[in-house]
């Protein structure tokens, strides 16, 4: 059955909810974890010709603080997993879409099972802001474990 699970979390609510489930099941299967925080490209913000951004961050605070994040992230699912006796490992990456992060980090590392939140979004919310979830499911050849 499945051995090595990917748990790709945004930190979110959600996200931690998806990693208590990854960790049952792992318990259950005597299996491992591979926790993953996608973290986006730095980008300077974008005038809207009405408002001019005074304070945008530079590339090193961006990096900082994206990477602060993602190293907070991380270790709260380590020890939920150390908790759980459940052995995880941990990574983020820095990559323009998240979701081909998740399946080319899953790939690499030889996950048999991915298991991410999704946050629901429907409707013009959906379209607009897309759906990693979705994606990843769409794309991955490995199987996907969708939690809400």
Request: hydrophobic share 45%; glycine share 8%.
């Amino acid at each position: 059955m499945f051995k090595h699970f990917l748990v790709p979390s945004d930190g979110s609510e959600l996200s931690r909810n998806a990693t208590h489930v990854a960790i049952g099941l792992a318990q259950a299967l005597h299996a491992k974890i591979t926790a993953l925080h996608v973290i986006p490209p730095y980008a300077l913000p974008v005038s809207d010709g009405l408002f001019a951004y005074d304070e945008a961050l530079s590339p090193g605070e961006y990096k900082r603080g994206t990477e602060g994040y993602a190293a907070e992230t991380l270790a709260w699912i380590s020890a939920e997993a150390k908790k759980g006796g459940v052995p995880c490992e941990t990574a983020f990456v820095t990559a323009p879409a998240a979701w081909e992060a998740i399946i080319k980090s899953a790939q690499s590392r030889k996950c048999d099972l991915i298991v991410m939140a999704s946050h629901g979004r429907k409707g013009l919310a959906g379209l607009l802001l897309g759906s990693e979830t979705t994606k990843v499911l769409t794309h991955s050849q490995l199987p996907v474990m969708v939690c809400r």
